[in-house]
C-alpha cells in the first residue's frame, strides 16, 4: 500500500446515542473494506447488492447517500490494491451524488460523502488536482460538523491532516490531541473508532515512539484484527522497539 500523506488519507462499536448510519445490510460492505481479508474483487458482488437494496428499497436523498456511501468504499478496496483508475471511477460517482444531496437537501452526511469521497479521488489523481481541491476536504468537514457538530467522521477528516500530512506541514501532537478529543466527545462508530486509533498509532510511530505507537495500534486491531494497514504498523512498530 502507497503511503498516505496531505489531505487524502481518510481511512471512517456503535454507541447507545447514535445508530449506525446506514441500514443494517450496507454494514458487510463496511466490514469487508475494514477487515481487508477479500480482494476488491471479491468485495465488488457486496457492493452490487448494497446499490440494488439501495435502489429498490429507499428513495431521494437517503438513496443518493447510500449509494454515495457504497461507491466510497468500493473505492477504497480498489485504492488500497492500487487501482487507481477503478478506484477513482467509485470516487468520482460518489462524489456526483452528495454533490447533487447537498445542492437539493444538505446534511451532515451529504456534506461528509461529499469529503470522503473527495478526499479519497484526490488520492487517485495528479498534484494539480490535489492542490486545487485538497482545502475543500477541510471546508465540507467543518460544513458537516455545523449541522452535526458530534460528526466524528467529519472531525476525523479535520484530524487526519495534521497526522497524515508530510513535513512541514504537520502537526503530530496536534493531530494526536485532536483525535483524543474525537474519542472522547463524538458519536464514535465502529470504524471511527478504528480510524482514529491507527491514526494516533501511526503519530507517535513516525515519532518513534514505539510503546505508544504500539499501545494504540493494539487497540486498533481489537476492531479489525485482519486489517493490514494496522498489521503493518504494528510489525513496524514492534521491529523499531527490538533495535
Known amino acids: 500500500m502507497k503511503p498516505i500523506i496531505a489531505l487524502t488519507i481518510l481511512l471512517a462499536a456503535a454507541v447507545a446515542v447514535q445508530a449506525e448510519r446506514q441500514p443494517e445490510w450496507m454494514l458487510p460492505l463496511r466490514e469487508a473494506i475494514f477487515e481487508q481479508v477479500l480482494t476488491a474483487d471479491q468485495v465488488k458482488p457486496i457492493y452490487l447488492e448494497a446499490v440494488s437494496r439501495a435502489r429498490s428499497g429507499l428513495s431521494g436523498a437517503e438513496r443518493d447517500l447510500t449509494i454515495s456511501r457504497a461507491e466510497h468504499l468500493m473505492g477504497r478496496a480498489f485504492l ?49 488536482f490535489a492542490m486545487a481541491n485538497g482545502l475543500d476536504v477541510e471546508k465540507f468537514a467543518k460544513r458537516a460538523l455545523d449541522i452535526d457538530g458530534r460528526n ?15 513535513s512541514p506541514f504537520n502537526n503530530f501532537r496536534r493531530g494526536i490531541q485532536m483525535m483524543e478529543e474525537l ?61
Do not use: C
Not at 158 to 166: G, H, K, M, N
Open 152 to 166: 466524528a467522521a467529519a472531525r476525523y477528516l479535520i484530524a487526519a491532516r495534521w497526522v497524515f500530512a508530510p
Open 80 to 128: 488500497f490494491e492500487e487501482r487507481e483508475a477503478e478506484a477513482g471511477t467509485h470516487f468520482a460517482e460518489g462524489l456526483r451524488l452528495a454533490e447533487a444531496v447537498v445542492a437539493s437537501s444538505p446534511s451532515a452526511q451529504a456534506w461528509l460523502l461529499r469529503g470522503e469521497n473527495l478526499a479519497h479521488l484526490i488520492q487517485t489523481k495528479n498534484w494539480t
Open 183 to 243: 474519542l472522547a466527545q463524538a458519536d464514535v462508530l465502529k470504524d471511527d473508532r478504528f480510524n482514529a486509533t491507527s491514526a494516533i498509532g501511526w503519530a507517535y510511530l513516525q515519532q518513534r515512539n514505539f510503546p505508544e505507537a504500539i499501545s494504540w495500534l493494539e487497540r486498533a486491531l481489537e476492531i479489525y484484527p485482519t486489517n493490514r494497514f494496522a498489521g503493518d504498523l504494528m510489525e513496524t512498530a514492534k521491529a523499531g522497539r527490538r533495535r
